[in-house]
């Protein structure tokens, strides 16, 4: 399974980083990524990376303040900085069997969330 931890509140302009625990999650992926769902809006991907890091993504919206990387423990985290109120929402860690499809919320395994908040 996928294990999601690093959420919080936080002021605009601050800083967060998100972990994801793959060590129990037995099965081979083909990519993985980060998805998150605002109040009242639907799952959008934020960013993604193919296992052997051939393809990256990240949407236009966090592009040069959100990064993907992993370690050597199989976790995966996404250090987000000068956050602002619109990134407000659940982020899930995610995997799937496929490439990664941009900001597509196609993924076939899925962690329970992590909340972030960003408020003044």
């Known amino acids: 399974r996928l294990v999601e931890s690093g959420g919080g509140s936080v002021q605009p302009g601050g800083s967060l980083t998100l972990s994801c625990d793959a060590s129990r999650f037995n099965r081979d992926y083909y990519s993985i990524g980060w998805v998150r769902q605002a109040p009242g809006k639907e799952l959008e991907g934020v960013a993604c990376r193919s296992s052997s890091d051939a393809v990256r993504y990240y949407k236009a919206a966090v592009e040069g303040r959100f990064t993907m990387t992993r370690d050597n423990t199989r976790t995966i985290y996404l250090h987000m900085s000068n956050l602002k109120p619109e990134d407000t929402a659940v982020y899930y860690c995610?995997?799937?069997?496929?490439?990664?499809?941009?900001?597509?919320?196609?993924?076939?395994?899925w962690g329970q969330g992590t909340t972030v908040t960003v408020s003044s």
């Open positions: 995610a995997a799937a069997d496929h490439s990664c499809r941009g900001p597509s919320a196609d993924y076939d395994y």
